[in-house]
């Protein structure tokens, strides 16, 4: 009776342990749907995260991908219930966004309605101002006030495509100022020894009379300036021919021109090399009209005179390339003038004649001591400073590498 009832008890417990296997079986599998359907979600969240934002072409494709990312989802939230656990909020399609496309398109219609209002006003501008100045040209009761001033107008305008110039002259050759037209920004400027001057129109005046009123505050200016500078030009001349600065430009082999440069800070000489390379410059100012020499000004050329003989003093002349001529030179001659060279000359017999020019050449010829014949010379190019050797024998010019070779056997 025992084993018969042990016997019915294993049968009942059966299909109990089945039930549980199976259960936990339909468990396991849910887990692993789980787990995997986690991945895929991951993966095509990030893939989609990736994806440009602007790419407009595959929003209808995002939409789809979207709508099934949504439904797995949904249905791991139904697995999540089933398994009695709470479900959950996957933000897989963060809210994107659009505030920079939103801003590049406000920019770009603002940007656009602000460059096409500002360039319709220049261009009107424009032509309103050649208007202006083409104006003056006959405008009678301007050129009466010109007059006035002891000023005489151009017979015609300048013109470029750049600008548009009314010259006033002082006679019939000298411009002593000039009204300017700017044609690409439409601004009006005065020109004279002062340097360019922008012109203020204010309200309600007009191109004829701020040019006016111009020239009355600021001609007096002009004039003074203009005959310092004439003054400072030829005390200038005079001191650049004097006998101590012409000496020390001749002996350091210095140029400089006569006739300054006009530049924005005034009038400019420069001291060059002769490789015509720029060494100091002095300039006069062209508001004040004293004289520039480095980071120091003088009131003439008396206060100057010192300063700039010490600084020419103090230049070279040569070039880099000519200095290293009259190296080679100088170590060519400080060679054989060696005892080691005298003791080699004695062994070959030769003897060394006095230095000789012929041209651009130095030549150093040598000659046997028993019958007194020439046999070759040293060559030394004063232009270049290269060295070649002359061969009594074949009458021929070597390089310094082909004597290197002499006496080598080449092997073959």
């Known amino acids: 009776m025992p084993h018969k009832q042990s016997s019915s008890i294993k049968k009942a417990k059966l299909p109990l342990l089945k039930n549980i296997f199976w259960r936990r079986l339909l468990y396991g599998v849910i887990v692993l749907l789980l787990v995997i359907s986690a991945i895929q979600l991951t993966r095509q969240s990030v893939i989609l995260h990736r994806v440009n934002k602007d790419n407009s072409q595959l ?22 219930e089933y398994l009695l656990l709470p479900t959950r909020h996957y933000d897989f399609f963060p809210e994107v966004d659009l505030e920079p496309e939103e801003d590049n398109l406000a920019f770009g219609v603002y940007r656009f309605v602000d460059y096409v209002g500002k360039d319709y006003l220049l261009q009107k501008e424009q032509k309103s101002s050649y208007k202006a100045i ?20 151009a017979r015609y305008l300048e013109e470029t495509k750049d600008y548009v110039k009314f010259k006033f002259y002082e006679n019939k050759t000298t411009p002593i100022a000039g ?12 020109e004279s020894i002062l340097g360019p001057a922008p012109l ?6 007009t ?28 005390a200038m001349k005079q001191l650049w021919q ?22 924005e800070k005034g009038f400019e000489y420069v001291v060059y090399n002769s490789a015509t ?62 005892p080691a060279f005298a003791e080699a000359l004695n062994i070959s017999r030769l003897k060394l004649e006095p230095e000789r020019e012929d041209g651009s050449r130095l030549y150093y010829d040598l000659t046997n001591i028993d019958d007194e014949k020439k046999v070759g010379s040293i060559v030394f190019e004063t232009l270049t400073g290269d060295l070649k050797f002359w061969r009594a024998d074949d009458n021929k010019e070597y390089e310094l590498e082909d004597v290197l070779g002499f006496g080598i056997k080449k092997n073959n």
């Not at 720029?278 to 050329?301: A, E, F, N, T």
């Open 59 to 80: 929003i209808y494709e995002f939409g789809q991908v979207k709508e099934g990312v949504i439904q797995y989802g949904e249905d791991l939230n139904e697995m999540r």
């Open 134 to 153: 083409k104006t003056l040209k006959s405008d009678r009761g301007f050129l009466d006030e010109l007059r006035i001033l002891n000023l005489l107008p």
């Open 179 to 190: 009204l300017a037209l700017d044609r690409q920004a439409a601004d009006f400027y005065i």
């Open 200 to 205: 203020e129109i204010k309200k309600g005046e």
């Open 207 to 234: 191109l004829s009379q701020a040019a006016l009123q111009y020239l009355k505050d600021n001609l007096e200016t002009v004039f003074y300036s203009r005959d310092r500078i004439d003054e400072q030009k030829q």
């Open 242 to 263: 004097s006998e101590d600065i012409s000496f020390v430009l001749q002996a350091k082999r210095l140029q400089v021109g006569l006739d300054p440069s006009e530049v």
């Open 277 to 338: 390379e720029p060494l100091i410059p002095l300039w006069i100012d062209r508001k004040s009209g004293d004289l520039w020499l480095g980071d120091k000004s003088y009131p003439d050329v008396d206060a100057l005179q010192h300063d700039l003989l010490y600084q020419l003093d103090q230049l070279e002349g040569e070039t880099d390339y000519e200095k290293t001529i009259q190296n080679n030179m100088e170590k060519l001659r400080q060679l054989i003038g060696e």
